[in-house]
């Protein structure tokens, strides 16, 4: 069969069809666009119907920018919101299942924690004068703002620019509460914007009757007391159900300054307080001056209490690290044993306020925070702030802040168990590592230096050619960790010269292993738990893991050779000890802005942190400075009349009597420091005291213990 042919001039060249296609593209948009602005101009005669002339123009377009501004500003509080959304997310509601009364390590009672919650008390059984008394005081429009008082915040600017100081303050109950349940007291404008969204989430959230019960059970009141309950108890021994309404006044004076107001440690200060309350209480017409005239003229008396403070802010880490180790399935009502010596205690605390009383105003530092631990891992004393009362954020263990050069011993220690030694050779020279270029501090630079000399003096650019060179960040980062540094390290190049943020207990936890020759895994805040008839439940002898070597006895050896010339001839010069080898390093931030020197000798570990908790940097205060000062106080006071233990790897733990250490470099020029070893017990005499003291120890009470003087050196 013939195939039949399509006629050449009937075929359609390929080439033709693309042509009509693109001709059919080139149509149809062009149709479309001419639609398209067709369609706009109908839109735009439409409109203009609804065109505003003359002044109503004005509000027209102030209306329109108004509503963009509100579109993007909804975003940007979005935006800022989201972190407190994060935090309500967490179980806040959940109350402190334990119950815990807390000892000292030679037993004596120091304070409780987690009954605030058990303790409570409905705000409908409360008298009607405590409440009035406590919303005059801290928020009387409570019931009519929506957890920010505008009104009230207007008033207390307003008295504040009149008295030229601060006066009143501007935060509503909703807020305080916020800020007691989710955030922490830092002074930084990221908390407040935080705390302004959670108390709308609150308000959203809860009734108000439940934000007030919320508020009276939380509020910390001093005493060592949590909630208005527990507060009627230690300070009157009674009910809340039966205070008078002068005691009322007293309580509520408590809520901002309980500490200064506190009435067994100030009662005329307490009383005049009180009579505030009662002025609050006629001036916002919660009560006329006939019915508040009696607790004028009878103010209330504090019951008889030990005007000793306690140990809040290692309470509250002693509870946290509790609920870690308490086993499952044990009654939450516990008695628990602690390492705390209160002597050491008040002696860390007397030095911190004793220099930023004399040297503050100079140095422009507000703040300090120290921890001491035994070299057997005891925590002897914590001290996470200046005023418990005025600021319950533990900057012992929750503030983050960069450690500067004190970090390099973890540097250093790296590179020893790498296989340098002291003596190893490194160049002090310029180095670049990607774009950074460290310098050192007086941007000069000493050539060829054995490790020893470069940090004793704290050269920058030695510890960054060891990681760039050598070592590498991770392993650096992974042997921090493994001396007990918790808080994450960001692993950044810079992270060797202490940008990476640490807390006072990681730096003391971390520098603890040189001490004790190499191990980890010692520090510990809790020693014993107990149920209250006696039952033991916990025991660190038999049921803590046992400790772990992380760093090799010739690499502890090599770090302790290095870091004992820091205060004798290196950076750190203001803590020497007299008699006393110790070892240590310095720490100073970019801009001042935090202040280190963390130290050690055969018996203790102690690492203290001086700043301001907004970040504003100091008077070019460095770890040299007052925070060695501070450390070198404290520490001659714990080595009074103790056995000296020597720094592993440190053959001669005490120099000579009457040798001259570093005198050519002495700060400020002043005289030869002449080391003379303390008096000392004999070991056979301090067996026989210890004997009589446990002889003798039931008739020696917490308030003997506390009532000690200490005997510190003057500067």
Known sequence: MEEKRVPKERQVPRATKLLDIDAWIDSSLYELRFKAAEVWENLTIFFRRFRVRGPKR????????????????????LGLATP????????????????VTFLDRYGHEIGQRGIRQRDSV?????????????????????????????????????????????????????????????????????????????????????????????????????????????????????????????EAAMIAGLFKAPSRYAPHINLPAARARANEVLTNLVNSHFMTEGQVLSARLNPASAVERDNRESPDYFL?????????????GTTHSLVARTTIDLNLQQAVEESIEHHLRQHGNAYD???????????????RALVGGRDYGQSQFNRATKAQRQPGSSFKPYVYAAA???????????????????????QNYGRSYAGRVDLATALARSYNTVPVRLAHDHLGIDAIQQLA?????????????????????????????????????????????ISQLRTHSGEIIYDRSHDAPPPHRVLSQQAVSHMNSILVQVPERGTGRRAALAGVRSAGKTGTTQSYRDAWYVGYTGNYVAAVWLGNDDYRPTERMTGGSLPAMVWQRFMTYAHQNVELKPIPGIENPLP???????????????????????????SATRVVIEGLTDLFGQNTTPQTTAGRTLDLPAL
């Open 481 to 525: 960790e493994e001396m007990g540094v918790e808080t994450p390290l960001n692993g950044h190049k810079t992270m060797v010269l202490g940008t990476s943020d640490m807390t006072v207990m990681d730096q003391v936890t971390g520098y603890s292993v040189f001490a004790t020759g190499g191990y980890a895994g010692l520090r510990h805040g």
């Open 416 to 438: 020893m168990e790498a296989g340098f030694t002291p003596e190893s050779i490194v160049p002090d020279a310029p180095i670049n590592w990607g774009g950074w270029a460290p």
């Open 122 to 246: 409905p705000v409908e059984e409360m008298p009607r004068h405590v409440i009035k008394a406590v919303l005059a005081t801290e928020d009387r429009r409570f019931f009519e703002h929506f957890g920010i008082d505008i009104v009230g915040l207007a008033r207390a600017l307003t008295e504040n620019m009149r008295a030229n100081t601060i006066v009143q303050g501007g935060s509503t109950i909703t807020q305080q509460l916020a800020k007691n349940l989710f955030l922490s007291n830092e002074r930084t404008m990221e908390r407040k914007i935080k705390e302004a969204f959670l108390a709308l989430w609150l308000e959203a959230n809860l009734s108000k009757r439940e934000i007030l019960q919320l508020y009276l059970d939380r509020a910390y009141l001093g005493g060592g007391t949590f909630g208005i309950g527990a507060a009627a108890d230690f300070y009157f021994d009674k009910h809340v159900r039966d205070l008078t309404l002068s």
């Open 656 to 682: 000579e009597e009457g040798t001259e250490v570093a005198a050519t470099e002495i700060p400020e020029g002043g005289p030869p420091v002449r080391h003379r070893p303390p008096r000392r017990l004999s």
């Open 58 to 77: 004005a509000v027209v377009e102030i209306f329109g920018e108004g509503a963009t501004l509100l579109a993007a500003g909804s975003v940007v509080m």
């Open 365 to 379: 530092v507000e703040q300090g925070a120290a921890v001491m631990m035994e070299t057997n891992g005891a925590i």
């Open 316 to 328: 509250d880490w002693a509870f946290e690290e509790l609920k870690r180790i308490v086993p499952p």
């Open 84 to 99: 407190a959304i994060e935090a309500s997310k967490e179980d806040w509601r959940a109350q402190d299942d334990y119950a």
